[in-house]
């Protein structure tokens, strides 16, 4: 099992520049979050989903969109990029009570 | 609203004692989670240990163990016999399971711990 990924590691845009992250999982884990970490805060949730084909907001939306088209991969996408983006971005999927979690992508947007 | 507070930026241990990092929780539900993460310089989340509110019995883990005090509000991580890799931030995260199963997980703003040789 590998558990979630996330793709890329790193990434690097200019601001007005789009991009998505993929997020898979093969526990067939229903729910998967997509969260956000910047220095000296907890991880913030940006987006999840409950399943297949549906999603929901989280706590900071605005200039995210998301898709699960698939059960086994949550994407976050950014239309256009701002600097206030630039941040690690996390995955998690949900099993019982607990989330396992990505690598991590972090993300600079100049 | 939930809400999770650790009031220690930063802590140091000695090498094999132990420490206790706290955290305080403020919600109105009567059934939540309590956990605690771990967060080392290479980026990745671990989990460490998980209360249930109406578990009676403190949560452990091997070497950490969760000091719940419901009544206080409070969920203290305690590691024993500190290594040099637990080096490491770590968070502690409350969760409120809504209707559909869908967790709403709240993250506090992390300590970061250094063991000393």
Redesign the interface.
């Given at each position: 099992n590998a558990g979630v990924t996330q793709t890329p590691k790193f990434r690097v845009l200019k601001t007005g520049q789009s991009m998505t992250l993929l997020c898979a999982q093969d526990m067939n884990h229903?729910?998967m979050?997509w969260y956000r970490q910047d220095p000296?805060?907890?991880?913030?949730?940006i987006h999840?989903s409950?399943g297949e084909g549906t999603t929901?907001k989280g706590e900071v939306p605005d200039g995210y969109n998301v898709s699960r088209l698939k059960k086994q991969n949550f994407l976050l996408g950014l239309e256009s990029a701002a600097p206030s983006q630039t941040s690690?971005y996390?995955c998690?999927s949900?099993q019982g009570?607990?989330?396992?979690?990505g690598?991590?992508t972090?993300l600079t947007v100049t | 609203a939930q809400k999770i507070t650790q009031t220690q930026p930063g802590m140091f241990v000695q090498e094999k004692e132990a420490v206790t990092l706290d955290c305080t929780y403020d919600t109105s539900d009567q059934s939540y989670g309590l956990f605690w993460y771990k967060q080392p310089s290479s980026g990745e989340m671990i989990f460490l240990i998980y209360q249930g509110s109406y578990d009676e019995q403190n949560a452990t883990e091997g070497r950490y163990s969760l000091n719940f005090q419901k009544a206080r509000k409070s969920a203290n991580l305690v590691i024993s016999a500190s290594q040099l890799g637990d080096s490491a931030m770590y968070f502690c995260a409350m969760s409120e399971t809504l209707s559909g199963g869908y967790q709403k997980v709240t993250f506090g703003t992390g300590t970061k711990l250094q063991v000393i040789p």
């Open positions: 229903e729910y979050y000296g805060m907890g991880l913030r949730l999840y409950v929901a690690v996390f998690a949900q009570y607990e989330q396992y979690f690598p991590g972090r | -």
